[in-house]
T-cell receptor
Framework: GDSVTQMEGPVTLSEEAFLTINCTYT??????LFWYVQYPGEGLQLLLK?????DKGSNKGFEATYRKETTSFHLEKGSVQVSDSAVYFC????????????FGKGTTLSVSS | EAGVAQSPRYKIIEKRQSVAFWCNPI?????LYWYQQILGQGPKLLIQ????????DSQLPKDRFSAERLKGVDSTLKIQPAKLEDSAVYLC????????????FGPGTRLTVL
């Protein structure tokens, strides 16, 4: 079945370090891909999305490129801040017509000053 | 724009008791989802509504879980009787069902079953 696998955490970085969180997926058809973020004490928020191969989603300095050939959607940021500390979830939806999201297990990021 | 509202935020019950969670989606959103998030895992869909009809409830443990969305707006998720393994955060999300399927999540209800 459809699934998402993301790297185990926690990821611990110093401020201004480069961040990569790996995400790979298995899906039939042509899924849309998402990164959601959950800040401490808050609900899930959409961080960025990509809906077709080679699309790049970006927001708040984060980027991810939809790579169909490697079935990946890795999250990157060039310089993390303490305020980026959160749990990051990679997710997919099988089609664009309101299908529910399938999530990875989440990766906890902790950034220290 | 008001977000997705959920209540209560926290609930502690004994096993075999019943519990109900309430969700008020963003105004005008036709699609409503209930997810279960067990500690250390990603959210997993329990049930999806389109207006007041069920689209997908294939992962809902129907022997103990039930959900309804009367009038296509608010929704209630019930567990009866609760088991220890039901301890989780229950998330409600809504979507306009538009092309990009962005879902907006509520803050969740954290359930602890003792």
């Amino acid at each position: 079945g459809d699934s998402v696998t993301q790297m185990e955490g926690p990821v611990t970085l110093s401020e201004e370090a480069f961040l990569t969180i790996n995400c790979t997926y298995t899906a039939t058809g042509y899924p849309s891909l998402f990164w959601y973020v959950q800040y401490p004490g808050e609900g899930l928020q959409l961080l960025l999305k990509a809906t077709k191969a080679d699309d790049k989603g970006s927001n708040k300095g984060f980027e991810a490129t939809y790579r169909k050939e490697t079935t990946s959607f890795h999250l990157e940021k060039g310089s993390v801040q303490v305020s980026d500390s959160a749990v990051y979830f990679c997710a997919l939806s099988v089609n664009q017509a309101g299908t529910a999201l399938i999530f990875g297990k989440g990766t906890t990021l902790s950034v220290s000053s | 724009e008001a977000g997705v509202a959920q209540s209560p935020r926290y609930k502690i019950i004994e096993k075999r008791q019943s519990v109900a969670f309430w969700c008020n989606p963003i105004s005008g959103h036709a699609t409503l989802y209930w997810y279960q998030q067990i500690l250390g895992q990603g959210p997993k869909l329990l049930i999806q509504f389109q207006n007041n009809g069920v689209v997908d409830d294939s992962q809902l443990p129907k022997d103990r879980f039930s959900a309804e969305r009367l009038k296509g707006v608010d929704s209630t998720l019930k567990i009866q009787p609760a088991k220890l393994e039901d301890s989780a955060v229950y998330l409600c999300a809504s979507s306009s069902g538009g092309l990009w399927n962005e879902q907006f999540f509520g803050p969740g209800t954290r359930l602890t079953v003792l």
